[in-house]
Structures are given as structure tokens and as C-alpha cells.
């Protein structure tokens, strides 16, 4: 089956630098990408990695290892307005995505 | 501004009610999505539309049914349905369904309980 494995929820303080995890198993690879979700809100692009490495963009920088099924992606200077939910998704070999449940980020002051 | 809007935003509906979801999208677009998303579980595609025609159906019940009048709009027709529904629906847009993968573009959902 196919499956991709966030945690469900992690807590941070502001000014601070975290780093969510995904690691994915699917029948294929075609890129991965981050979606953040404020509560009551629209799930919005962050990010899309196809190719190994670090794609930095401001604080955020997404990360990819494909040999290893694992991303992570990585906030500094957390602010406040960073305390979202942030999806994982990975496109498998039939250009279907498959969505993470999600990893919900808790700032504290 | 996302671009893609979706009405309404909470709706609350008893289990014989008929009722519509609405999404619209001003992007040009020519891909739409349905998704139902359940707490603390990933996003499930339920309905795909590409140039208006319906290319995925996840095995989604018949109390579901979707219509896709033109590329920029999408509806979602409810009937009959059950508690284990209540859930947030999403509507997305991308440039099309294609062989490539697509960054899709997300409304902000219908907040929906079945009672």
C-alpha cells in the first residue's frame, strides 16, 4: 500500500527553528510537495521537490532524499503566525497525489 | 486571495436533506477537484474534472454527485447522507490533470455536519 508518515503534532517556541518530517512508501515518485493549512482555512503551497536536496525560500526550506522515501521541512524565526497545519503530499508514479493526515505546528511565545 | 471560492462556508443538514456545494475558481484553470477532509486524517480525492469531463471517482458513494458545468465552476449534490459525512470539503484547481504533476490551488472548504 501506499503511505506517507508525518507526526501528528509539534510544538515550538517563537524565534526558534523546527523541522517536520515525512517519510513516504508509494508505488512511484514524481515529486513531493508541502501545503500549509491555517485553521478554518484554505491548505496553500509551500513547496515542491522532485530532485534531491535543500530548496530554500526565505524561512522555510523544503529538503528531499529520494533513496531514503524522507522530506522534511524546515521553519526559522518562527513567528506566531507559523502555528498551521502542514501537509505532506507525494506524487506517485501514476501522477496521483498521496496526502499525508498532516503534522499541526504549536508556537508558543 | 486564493483564487478559488467555495459557498457555503458551514452548512448543518439533516439526513434526508437535498443540499449543493459551490466552488468557483478565477484562475483560469482547467482542472478541478473535490476532497473530503477528515480530523487528524489525510485528504481524500473524491471527484477529479478536467475540461469538464470527469476523469476519477474514488469509489465515492452515490450520495455524492458531482457536476462540472464549465472549468470554472463545480458543484457538490448531497442527498441522503449520513453522520460519518460531517466533515470539512475541500475544492481545488489546477492547471489541468495532466501527466505532470500539478500545484493545486485550494478553497478555504465547506465546513459540513450531518445530524
Known amino acids: 500500500g501506499q503511505n506517507i508518515d508525518q507526526p501528528t503534532e509539534m510544538t515550538a517556541t517563537e524565534g526558534a527553528i523546527v523541522q517536520i518530517n515525512c517519510t513516504y512508501q508509494?508505488?512511484?515518485?514524481?515529486?513531493l510537495f508541502w501545503y500549509q493549512q491555517h485553521a478554518g482555512e484554505a491548505p496553500t503551497f509551500l513547496s515542491y521537490?522532485?530532485l534531491d536536496g535543500l530548496e530554500e525560500k526565505g524561512r522555510f526550506s523544503s529538503f528531499l532524499s529520494r533513496s531514503k522515501g524522507y522530506s522534511y521541512l524546515l521553519l526559522k524565526e518562527l513567528q506566531m503566525k507559523d502555528s498551521a497545519s502542514y501537509l505532506c503530499?507525494?506524487?506517485?508514479?501514476?501522477?496521483?497525489?498521496?496526502w499525508g493526515a498532516g503534522t499541526k505546528l504549536i508556537i508558543k511565545p | 486571495e486564493t483564487g478559488v471560492t467555495q459557498t457555503p462556508r458551514h452548512l448543518v443538514m439533516g439526513m434526508t436533506n437535498k443540499k449543493s456545494l459551490k466552488c468557483e475558481q478565477h484562475?483560469?484553470?482547467?482542472?478541478m477537484y473535490w476532497y473530503k477532509q477528515s480530523a487528524k486524517k489525510p485528504l481524500e480525492l473524491m471527484f477529479v474534472?478536467?475540461?469538464?469531463?470527469?476523469?476519477e471517482n474514488n469509489s465515492v458513494p452515490s450520495r455524492f454527485s458531482p457536476e462540472c458545468p464549465n472549468s470554472s465552476h463545480l458543484f457538490l449534490h448531497l442527498h441522503t447522507l449520513q453522520p460519518e459525512d460531517s466533515a470539512l470539503y475541500l475544492c481545488?484547481?489546477?492547471?489541468?490533470?495532466?501527466?505532470?504533476?500539478?500545484?493545486?490551488?485550494f478553497g478555504p472548504g465547506t465546513r459540513l455536519l450531518v445530524l
Open positions: 481545488a484547481s489546477s492547471q489541468e490533470w495532466s501527466g505532470r504533476p500539478e500545484t493545486q490551488y
Open positions: 484562475l483560469g484553470h482547467n482542472a
Open positions: 474534472y478536467n475540461f469538464k469531463e470527469q476523469t
Open positions: 508509494t508505488s512511484g515518485f514524481n515529486g
Open positions: 521537490n522532485v
Open positions: 503530499a507525494v506524487t506517485d508514479s501514476n501522477y496521483q497525489l498521496i
